[in-house]
């Protein structure tokens, strides 16, 4: 259905934002749609072509099934959760336990072990479906969800602050320049801009960002350079493409196990781009679905030599910055993502944005995150004078953050970030309510 509107409903439609959020973009235009969909790009952009730099999977593959996985994840959501897959971290130990230094032979192996985790994912989205959400929502009560929130933001933070202060793993005063005026534009243009300005504050500042770069030497265009006019062009990206994964039990038993942390940690993003946008996902269009997209999307990946999709907070974090909520430009966002995907040249010229711009933008995004699971703590109105809220909000801030990885076997490791979670979820489903849980207007 095309909407069409005039100059003067246009205006006030621009006028509105940032009020209330922007729930339908196309209100402003498919131009603008178009750029609010390429800062959505930026911003998933450095972490998720991070993983297979990590691995020894192509980028351009890494780029292609995100963005793919994102249409399908959409088409499965009902168009309703604006959510971004981008590759995921939690997976990195796994793909170094199975091909430690990203061996082409071993690699297939791997892939096949983040294949299977995606039915993992399908299984869960079938149970939820059959007996319903209000089985798993309630282990995820607002003392278990706002501090896994806040946990997931600061957990990012230490990556952030990294990118943002250092180069060439030394503390450089020019890199904390660059991100000094990164941050400086993000928040003049989110406090002070209006109307269309007031969406961009993430692409106005990567733009300023990069500008200053350049004097300084921090441009590094040789990625472009070498890139292939069409990324499948590339032999050894074909190569990659082309082989089927390769069943191994040692790496079904490393990988595929992954996916119950991963799965909590959806469930987290989920009720994060929840609360952000102010409807419940939960139950429209349905954890289950979200779930069995997620889920769907990483199986493709690893069987076409692809890594594991999950959810990403970073994407979440721009809808809290600039308040515009249409999961179209989500999917805009996704396009470009596979057009990255298929044109080496275009990907290599966005992978020479330099860290201190990449991490100022993601101190921002972050700490937008952790401030969501505040917002949440807040809105609920819990009582922190309550032993069982203080409690169980202590346990999770402690290993959430504290705990890098628990190893289960030799070869499967759990986050700290799942362990809170699971301990959070436990404590809050035996610890009794009390009279003063929470706070009485």
Not at 217 to 225: E, S
Request: with cysteine.
């Amino acid at each position: 259905m095309v909407i069409s509107m005039s100059k003067n409903d246009k205006k006030a439609a621009t006028a509105a934002i940032g009020e209330k959020g922007l729930f339908d973009a196309r209100q402003l235009g498919m131009p603008k749609m178009l750029i609010l969909g390429i800062q959505h790009m930026f911003a998933m952009f450095g972490a998720t072509v991070l993983v297979p730099a990590l691995t020894g999977l192509s980028v351009s593959t890494t780029l292609l099934f995100a963005g793919l996985g994102t249409l399908l994840f959409h088409f499965l959501a009902k168009g309703r959760v604006p959510a971004f897959l981008g590759s995921s971290f939690a997976y990195l130990a796994g793909y170094w336990a199975i091909a430690p230094n990203g061996e082409t032979d071993l690699l297939p192996y791997a892939c096949f072990g983040v294949a299977c985790s995606g039915l993992l994912y399908l299984i869960l989205a079938a149970l939820i479906k059959a007996f319903g959400p209000g089985k798993v929502m309630k282990y995820f009560p607002p003392i278990v969800t706002g501090p896994i929130i806040i946990v997931i933001g600061l957990r990012l933070s230490g990556s952030a602050i990294n990118s943002a202060f250092y180069w060439n793993g030394e503390f450089s005063m020019k890199a904390v320049l660059v991100t000094v005026v990164v941050l400086a534009t993000v928040i003049c243009i989110s406090v002070f801009a209006k109307g269309i300005y007031n969406l961009m504050p993430i692409l106005f500042a990567i733009i300023v960002g990069y500008l200053v770069c350049i004097p300084m030497g921090f441009i590094d265009m040789t990625p472009m350079r070498e890139a292939h006019a069409l990324s499948f062009l590339d032999q050894n990206i074909m190569a990659q493409v082309l082989c089927m994964p390769t069943f191994q039990a040692d790496a079904i038993l490393a990988i595929a196990p992954i996916a119950l942390v991963t799965l909590i940690e959806h469930v987290g993003d989920i009720t994060t781009n929840s609360a952000v946008v102010g409807k419940n996902f939960m139950i429209d269009p349905g954890i289950h679905r979200t779930i069995l997209g997620d889920g769907i999307a990483t199986t493709v990946a690893g069987l076409l030599g692809g890594p594991a999709n999950t959810t990403y907070g970073e994407n979440t974090g721009v809808l809290a910055v600039t308040k515009n909520y249409d999961p179209a430009v989500i999917r805009i966002a996704a396009v470009f993502a596979i057009v990255l995907g298929l044109f080496g040249k275009i990907g290599g010229m966005i992978t020479s944005i330099p860290g201190p711009v990449t991490g100022g933008i993601s101190i921002v995004l972050y700490g937008m995150i952790s401030s969501v699971g505040v917002r949440i703590l807040i809105n609920s109105r819990l009582n922190f004078g309550n032993s069982r809220n203080l409690m169980i909000a202590a346990l999770i801030f402690v290993l959430g953050i504290g705990c890098d990885s628990i190893p289960v076997t030799g070869t499967v490791t759990i986050s700290g970030l799942a362990l809170a979670a699971v301990v959070g979820m436990i404590l809050a489903a035996i610890l009794p309510i009390g009279k003063d849980d929470v706070i009485e207007e």
